[in-house]
């Protein structure tokens, strides 16, 4: 039982690139998350999926968008990196009832120049 | 709204010294409460969790939170610290009206001194 993986674990970006994070679960979950964690700010939801085929926007949307095409799977996708997109990305999961208790990947660390 | 306030972006403390993290929170209706711990390099790894039954919750590594609704408050306690409780704290609220999100505060390091 591996929980929640995320791929990569490190990466590089020029301004402009483009790339997608892997982030897989293995426990059934109906719901899963991205997160970005930026030194002072907590953690700050980008965007959301409470199952299969749908996608909500958090906190912090713009710049980034996502896919649920399988229960398991939670694609992040940056388009067009920009430097203000270096951060530390989380994915999580949760069960759909009473605590919505959330299990975290181990992130992706994510530099753009 | 619902938000989480943690008083303290860095706590030290002697070992064998009492741990006390401060959480507070906003929510317009019973909400559920967590304290989660992230190790460096590391994800985040769920403590303990409120959920409308016993006030004082008990966590794992001797951790333990009490909630209290006159002071809207969720502070994490341990009663002696050990070298390897240094790490990242965050409390985090959820309640029916935010549905399946979650609201993260900005985070404790704790640091532990020999």
């Known amino acids: 039982n591996a929980g929640v993986t995320q791929t990569p674990k490190f990466r590089v970006l020029k301004t402009g690139q483009s790339m997608t994070l892997l982030c897989a679960q293995d426990m059934n979950h109906e719901y899963m998350y991205w997160y970005r964690q930026d030194p002072g700010m907590g953690l700050r939801l980008i965007h959301y999926s409470v199952g299969e085929g749908t996608t909500a926007k958090g906190e912090v949307p713009d710049g980034y968008n996502v896919s649920r095409l399988k229960k398991q799977n939670f694609l992040l996708g940056l388009e067009s990196a920009a430097p203000s997109q270096t951060s530390v990305y989380f994915c999580?999961?949760?069960?759909?009832?009473?605590?919505?208790?959330?299990?975290f990947g181990p992130g992706t660390r994510l530099t753009v120049t | 709204a619902q938000s989480v306030t943690q008083l303290g972006s860095h706590v030290s403390v002697s070992e064998g010294a009492l741990v006390l993290l401060r959480c507070n929170y906003s929510s317009s209706v019973p909400p559920y409460l967590f304290w989660y711990v992230q190790y460096p390099n590391q994800g985040l790894q769920l403590l303990l969790k409120?959920?409308?039954?016993?006030?004082l919750v008990k966590g794992i590594n001797g951790f333990e939170a009490e909630f209290k609704k006159s002071e809207t408050s969720f502070h994490l306690t341990k009663p002696s610290a050990h070298m390897s409780d240094a790490a990242e704290y965050f409390c985090a609220v959820r309640n029916s009206n935010t549905g399946n999100q979650f609201y993260f505060g900005t985070g404790t390091s704790l640091t532990v001194i020999p």
């Open positions: 409120y959920t409308s039954a016993a006030t």
């Open positions: 999580a999961s949760s069960t759909s009832v009473r605590t919505y208790e959330q299990y």
